[in-house]
């Protein structure tokens, strides 16, 4: 591999597939291991979680199940063989417990440690980059941060009054480690609240507010039908992450459209759309920033894989190799390679 100081170039060489593995459902979460050495994929339909080594592009042994609580999200540790999962959990359970999340040591499948106190679906769990703290959020109006090294919340947040019910929070660290975000929605806009993770209890430092209007006139400048510009103005937001500056976030909404968000204006740079987005058939948009923080990268229902400029969204190249709709797109931190995802799983390089 190489670094991934180089610029993804779509003009000159554009990435190519380096390594296929092969799945069996569709994936639904991706997260790659701080090294760049491993990646980790999760799909729902099958409860199936594989490892894969990002060097030799191969699954280094048989994916692990879990046909109990299932698995539906799972995210990274500092650690190279343990992760954080959450599933749909056993419906028999009380909430608190069907809704937990899980610290699994993959060296010898134990759970080291349960994590619960959500009373509705995860709907993101966020590692710091610094220690070993994690937030999650979901539809229960809470956002929990978390340690390792504890079984209880360390922090509960409470979301506004006014955040619309059956809503689903969102809750992502920056690269950094020292500022994370929180998003929430209203009847009259999306809230995005920025906090210092060392002193979070003062309140957020900056409070953003992307009004409906605002939404509303991004998406009609794409030139859709009316009917779809009202379908996506509304769409409910999916996840919020950080560009590598922090200068930008990138909100992922259903319908297969996307929103970069100026980090400190809470104004709308871009309108990401993914190919066929506003149709009924249309997934949740897959995406991530690249490294550098310029572009976007994203996945269609058709298979390819599209990546936009960031600032203006402007497509700049798009990419086939997939046999279905590729949910989940997913950036290396070390080295110059990206993941996408149907259900099998491509390893690009550049």
């Known amino acids: 591999m190489v670094s991934s100081t180089q610029e993804m170039d779509f003009i000159g060489v554009p990435p190519k597939i380096g390594a296929v593995i092969r799945g069996r459902s569709p994936v639904t979460s991706l997260s790659y291991h701080s090294d760049g050495t491993t990646l980790f994929v999760a799909s729902e339909e099958d409860c199936r979680l594989r490892l894969i080594n990002c060097q030799s592009g191969t699954a280094d042994r048989p994916a692990v ?138 309140g957020p430092f900056s409070e953003m507010k992307v009004t409906q209007a605002s939404i509303d006139s991004a998406v009609q400048g ?37 929103f970069v968000v100026d980090g400190y204006e809470g104004t709308i740079d871009s309108v990401l759309l993914a190919k066929g987005a506003g149709s009924s058939s249309a997934p949740p948009l897959g995406a991530c920033f690249t490294p550098d923080g310029q572009n976007v990268l994203g996945g269609n229902s058709d298979g390819t894989v599209t990546c936009w400029e960031a600032k203006s969204g402007k497509i700049l190249g798009t990419l086939e190799g997939h046999t279905g709709p590729v949910r989940g797109v997913a950036c290396n931190p070390k080295f110059a390679q990206f993941a996408s995802s149907c259900s099998n799983t491509a390893l690009w390089q550049w």
């Not at 959450?86 to 699994?104: D, F, Q, T």
């Not at 947040?157 to 975000?181: C, I, K, Q, R, Y």
């Not at 009316?226 to 992922?252: C, D, E, H, I, M």
């Open 222 to 258: 794409t030139g859709l039908s009316p009917k779809t510009t009202v379908q996506l103005s509304y769409a409910p937001w999916r996840s919020l992450s950080f560009n590598a500056s922090g200068k930008q976030l990138l909100v992922l909404a259903d319908g297969g459209v996307g």
């Open 65 to 202: 199940r879990f046909e109990r609580e299932g698995i539906r999200l799972v995210e990274s540790t500092h650690h190279n063989h343990c992760v954080l999962y959450s599933g749909n959990g056993v419906k028999e359970e009380p909430p608190i417990k069907r809704h937990a999340v899980h610290y699994l040591s993959l060296h010898d499948n134990k759970i080291l440690r349960n994590f619960s106190g959500h009373t509705g679906e995860i709907s993101n769990i966020s590692m710091s980059t610094v220690d070993d703290t994690f937030l999650t959020s979901g539809a229960d109006r809470t956002v929990r941060l978390w340690s390792l090294e504890k079984a209880g919340c360390v922090a509960e947040m409470l979301l506004p009054p006014n955040v619309l019910e059956g809503s689903s929070s969102h809750a992502f660290f920056d690269s950094t480690g020292m500022v994370f975000g929180v998003s929430a929605q209203t009847a009259d806009a999306q809230l995005i609240n920025l906090y210092d993770a060392r002193n979070y209890g003062a």
